[in-house]
């Protein structure tokens, strides 16, 4: 990299240096960014001097070295205490603590009231795959789309980014639907294996089979979407939510006679027998969305 590559990399400062904020620092200081950091508990951040970042005493100290303020602590209280006090205006303040859209919002508010850009983020990633370009990882940003683009490329150097929209609580709100996803799917694999457990069937030799299964399953996000977009949920139905709640007295006996809890199955189950005993048959589950819509029972 020569002198003049290194001179142009935008100075950032960043608040947070836990096991997520550690590795970005890191991956900013290798592409030779002047990173300044503050953690909480200071012998945390002391070991990212010796690649080359300067530690502050303070967060206001902190913030107040660079215009790019980067924040990863552990919730949006921590940022508050953090911040307080601190000179936000004129910073462009990117807040990559996980959140949700609510605080997203008001954080966006609140920065914005003290002279700052804001962008709110929601990183899909852990920490090893930070900074290596085929892991996947990505982060989600949303709100000040100026701050965004004359930031993109530094905010890419650790993870891919995507823009959710100017709306500060998108970022948080992708970010939780698709771990809220992630968890459902974890229950699913864990209730899978604790079925097999108590037989003479390698878990290692099941893993294979329960990848391709769930891989071969994925596409049918497509067609809820294509649905949910229609408004028409009987639309390329591939097996009916009748043919399903019949199903599930199988699973159910089988987690039985395999004495294992249904507790993990259960509370989808029985959503899908409110919407059959609605008269909806002849859709598949993307229907259940209804149920789960409060703003529908509240009138809201």
């Keep these: 990299m020569t002198d003049n590559a290194v001179a142009s990399r935008t100075p950032l400062t960043l608040l947070g240096t836990g096991a997520m904020g550690t590795a970005l620092a890191r991956v900013w200081l290798a592409a030779g960014h002047e990173v300044t950091v503050w953690n909480r508990t200071a012998a945390r951040a002391e070991p990212l001097a010796a690649e080359g970042a300067t530690i502050a005493r303070t967060a206001v100290e902190a913030v107040a070295a660079h215009r790019l303020v980067i924040v990863c602590l552990l919730d949006d209280a921590s940022v508050g205490e953090a911040l307080e006090g601190a000179a936000l205006a004129g910073r462009d303040l990117v807040n990559l603590t996980t959140g949700t859209p609510a605080q997203g919002r008001a954080r966006a508010a609140w920065a914005e009231a003290r002279g ?19 892991s996947g990882g990505y982060v989600f940003y949303s709100g000040s789309p100026e701050l965004f683009e004359e930031h993109r490329d530094t905010l890419a150097v650790p993870a891919g980014t995507r823009y959710a929209g100017t709306d500060p609580g998108f970022a948080a709100l992708h970010d939780v639907a698709l771990l809220s996803a992630m968890s459902g799917m974890f229950a ?19 893993a294979p089979l329960l990848v391709d299964w769930l891989t071969a399953m994925a596409p049918a996000v497509h067609r809820s979407a294509d649905q ?12 009916n939510l009748a043919m399903q709640v019949a199903g599930n007295a199988t699973l159910l006996r089988t987690a039985e006679e395999q004495r294992v809890s249904p507790e993990l199955l259960t509370p989808y189950m029985e959503l899908m027998g409110r919407r059959l005993a609605q008269g909806h048959g002849d859709e598949d589950g993307t229907g259940m969305v209804e149920l789960l819509d409060l703003r529908r029972k509240t009138g809201a």
């Design 116 to 134: 700052a850009r804001f962008l709110d983020a929601g990183i899909m990633a852990v920490p090893p795959m930070i900074g290596v370009p085929d």
């Design 188 to 206: 699913g694999i864990t209730h899978a294996f604790a079925l097999i457990r108590p037989e003479d069937i390698a878990p290692k030799d099941f």
């Design 228 to 239: 949910l977009q229609s408004g028409d949920y009987t639309r390329n139905v591939v097996s």
